[in-house]
């Protein structure tokens, strides 16, 4: 099944108001750190260790900001574990079930920013052609994006567009 994602603007406020920097990859978080990042998140059994999974290689609202299906959240979770996120078998159902649970629901499918055609850039993104170049271009020869913030460093490219159409844009 094809995941779906949506990025509230509600969630993005609280994470840059709460945190001035996104945990560090591979970084391990003080249980302080947990606790806070765990306090922009539903309430319920694994949170915390959702956020230590999930936050020791992004923010955990960027999951936190997915509606699936507990198919989906599986397929997303076995991705990330593939990227490299540590956690037991039995931590991993736990943070499947939290966020099956916590984040459950069906939206409109997002575009991928890492994969999208011009015609999805152009449509959903609000760019023009020759920006949506630009930015398949810099992809093409930098390489993907990890957040859409990563979008700021490209010489040229339109960041305000991108940047409020965010609950549309993905990067996976």
């Known amino acids: 099944m094809k995941a779906l994602f949506i990025l509230p603007a509600a969630v993005l406020a609280a994470s840059i108001s709460a945190f001035s920097q996104a945990p560090m990859a591979g970084r391990t978080l003080t249980p302080a750190e947990i606790t806070e ?65 916590n984040y459950k629901g069906e939206a409109p499918r997002p575009v991928n920013l890492n994969t999208a055609p011009a015609v999805d850039l152009e449509s959903v993104a ?34 305000k567009k991108v940047d409020t159409k965010r609950d549309r844009l993905v990067c996976f």
């Open 37 to 101: 990042y765990a306090k922009t998140m539903p309430e319920g059994p694994n949170r915390e260790l959702t956020v230590r999974v999930c936050a020791a290689c992004h923010e955990p609202q960027r999951a936190a900001s997915v509606r699936l299906t507990r198919e989906g959240w599986q397929d997303v979770v076995a991705k990330m574990v593939g990227l490299g996120a540590k956690a037991t078998d039995e931590e991993l159902a736990k943070v499947i079930d939290y966020l099956a649970e």
């Open 126 to 159: 609000g760019l023009l052609r020759k920006e949506a170049a630009l930015w398949i271009k810099y992809r093409n020869d930098v390489g993907p994006c990890k957040s859409i913030d990563d979008l700021k460093k490209i010489p040229g490219f339109p960041f």
